[in-house]
């Protein structure tokens, strides 16, 4: 009964994210070239809202059924990554109501995260001893918190680069001009950049109590290295030549592309006993 | 000077470095012994030259975040000279010794800072979860003090026990001894432990050898009485579990349980009692503190930073207002 509650919230979250995705992206593709009227905005954010609450539902189930967090399997990554980046979008979209215009751009990435989901296989899973410390939740919140900004940036960076077209561009015209939308992205990308920076350290102190070691160069250390070089690389370069908004979100989109290799490919990929010791 | 100065610490250096030290860590053809050190010091003349160069960076959250990330560099560099990785298996009841430590990495700067008897292996349990898979590890260890006392302590899982600057954490690697006694037709009782492989890993060879003083070696055969079920939950308790240890020799064999002996060429031996042996990793940096406390301050550099960045208001108002968002 409760493997089948925990699967219904979890198919029925993403059905509605991919609710949501529709009718942004359907409101963006709409001929017309005017920008799309408020109550898409305001029934994007209700289908994000309802994907949260059954995330929440289906990860709460699940939890208590096993008896740890969402952190080990893909299935489990992804459902605690849907959530979390679905979290931090809404939370943005409230700070800077004009985000719910980049929908159309994230909507989509959390719809494929949701399907690569439900394709995973939802096998309970054992967590090490290693994982029951509060350490832990400081890496895992910060590393969903970095990923989440630069997710937020993507979205932004996706605006900028629709914006080539001329007919996007008039759809967009609700939300601010790229020079501003510009510096916005790369706000959220200094914030990613805190979190990341964050995450590794709680990450090594976490390391070095559980395997003995704070920093071994295994591949999704070295990975979360290589993140960190390019985010920063990619902050110097746009403050040190002043690059172009759509350059930058180039860049973003790279940052985001090699961050999401680093959390959902290395660790799945690589044999290496990040996961903990077994 | 301040050209070279300035080009050393330039944004383009910098990327130059980024992409050294990328390129030695995943690229196979790039990656060596020194490498990835020669990166990491780029990295970090870069990084010193651009302080140098730039006030900007002096200053605030950025110069806290870049000082510190500099420091932080070369804490490593020391901390790597000093530091001192290894391995030691002790027996319950056995003492730290530092002749038994397998050096796996030593910093060219290390010296042993640890007296023999620091500390005594005590009984110890490792919980598992059906399809075994090891749960929570508690190894007891009695810990030499200065007045001479013995203070126990539980270590294991995300606890290691930290002594004299050392850091020793349990491990995977772990298993029964059996503790013998070689009585020799003549001279004196000589009783020893016998550590058998690591359980549950290498459940099918439990297997040791005895050196018959003068006569070859004897095979030694742990035998479970009850034999590892990879569906349940248990306990591996090493001193609680009833086994029997049995003695190949000369093609004879025997079955002996606690406190029988055997009659070997040259003597008898007895198995006293079986016991655990625990593997520990060994661990010592001296600069742990100072890394950490300097990542920390680097990190909240960074975050003092970006919080007045993002204290300065946009004008997010809609494009169209602004001429399409040119």
């Known amino acids: 009964m409760m493997p089948a509650l925990e699967q219904a919230s979890l198919w029925l979250a993403v059905m509605a994210l991919a609710a949501g995705g529709s009718i942004a992206m359907l409101a963006f593709a709409s001929a017309g070239g005017a920008p799309h009227p408020m109550h898409v905005d305001r029934a994007v954010a209700r289908l994000l809202g309802v994907a949260l609450a059954l995330l929440t539902a289906g990860i709460a189930v699940r939890w208590q059924r096993i008896g740890h967090g969402p952190f080990l399997s893909m299935y489990e990554v992804l459902a605690s990554s849907l959530w979390s980046l679905g979290l931090v979008f809404a939370f943005a979209c409230r700070r800077f109501p004009g985000l719910w215009r980049t929908s159309a751009f994230v909507l989509p990435v959390l719809v494929l995260m949701g399907a690569w989901m439900l394709a995973s296989s939802p096998a309970d899973t054992h967590a090490p001893a290693t994982y029951e410390t509060p350490v832990l939740w400081f890496h895992v919140v910060l590393g969903k918190l970095f990923l989440g900004c630069a997710f937020v940036a993507v979205g932004i960076a996706g605006v900028l680069l629709a914006r080539r077209s001329p007919r996007a561009r008039a759809r967009l015209a609700a939300l601010p001009g790229d020079g501003v939308l510009d510096a916005l992205m790369w706000r959220f990308m200094l914030a990613a950049l805190v979190f990341e920076s964050a995450m590794l350290v709680a990450g090594a102190v976490w390391a070095q109590d559980a395997w003995g070691r704070w920093w071994a160069w295994d591949p999704l250390e070295i990975w979360a290295l290589l993140t960190w070089l390019l985010l920063a690389g990619a902050v110097h370069a746009r403050l040190a030549w002043r690059v172009a908004p759509r350059t930058g979100a180039l860049l973003v989109v790279a940052v985001f592309a090699v961050a999401f290799f680093t959390f959902f490919g290395i660790p799945f990929v690589s044999i290496a006993p990040h996961k903990g010791a077994v | ?326």
Request: proline share 6%; aromatic share 10%.
């Open chain 2, 1 to 326: 000077m301040s050209a070279l100065l300035a080009a050393v610490g330039s944004t383009r250096a910098m990327l130059a470095c980024f992409v050294a030290l990328g390129a030695a860590l995943v690229l196979p053809v790039a990656h060596g012994t020194w490498s990835v050190p020669l990166a990491l010091g780029a990295v970090a003349l870069n990084l010193a030259s651009a302080i140098a160069v730039h006030p900007r960076l002096r200053r605030g959250g950025l110069g806290v975040f870049h000082a510190s990330l500099l420091a932080f560099l070369l804490a490593v560099t020391c901390g790597q000279l000093a530091r001192y990785e290894g391995e030691i298996e002790i027996v319950e009841g056995g003492a730290f010794e530092v002749e038994a430590v397998t050096t796996t990495r030593a910093g060219a700067l290390h010296e042993w800072g640890i007296e023999r008897d620091a500390f005594f292996q005590g009984p110890w349990t490792v919980d598992y979860e059906p399809g075994v898979k090891r749960a929570h590890t508690r190894s007891g260890v009695l810990v030499a003090q200065d007045d001479g006392s013995l203070r126990p302590q539980v270590v294991g899982d995300d606890t290691p026990l930290a002594v004299a600057g050392y850091r020793f954490y349990t491990t995977h690697n772990k298993g029964f001894a059996a503790i013998v006694t070689w009585l020799p037709e003549l001279g004196e009782a000589a009783t020893g432990a016998l550590h058998f492989p690591s359980y549950p890993m290498f459940d099918w060879r439990q297997e040791a050898r005895f050196d018959v003083p003068g006569h070859g070696e004897a095979r030694l055969f742990l035998q479970l009485d009850a034999p590892l079920d990879e569906r349940a939950r248990w306990t591996l308790d090493p001193s609680a579990t009833p086994a029997a240890l049995v003695v190949h020799v000369e093609g004879k064999r025997e079955v002996l349980r606690p406190g029988d002996a055997t009659p070997l060429p040259g003597g008898r031996l007895r198995f006293d009692r079986l016991t655990g042996w625990m593997g520990y990793r060994v661990f010592r940096d001296p600069a742990l503190p100072w890394l950490f406390a300097l990542a920390a301050i680097a990190v909240a550099g960074l975050a003092w930073h970006v919080w007045h960045r993002a204290a300065i208001a946009l004008p997010l108002t809609a494009a169209a207002t602004e001429g399409g968002g040119a």
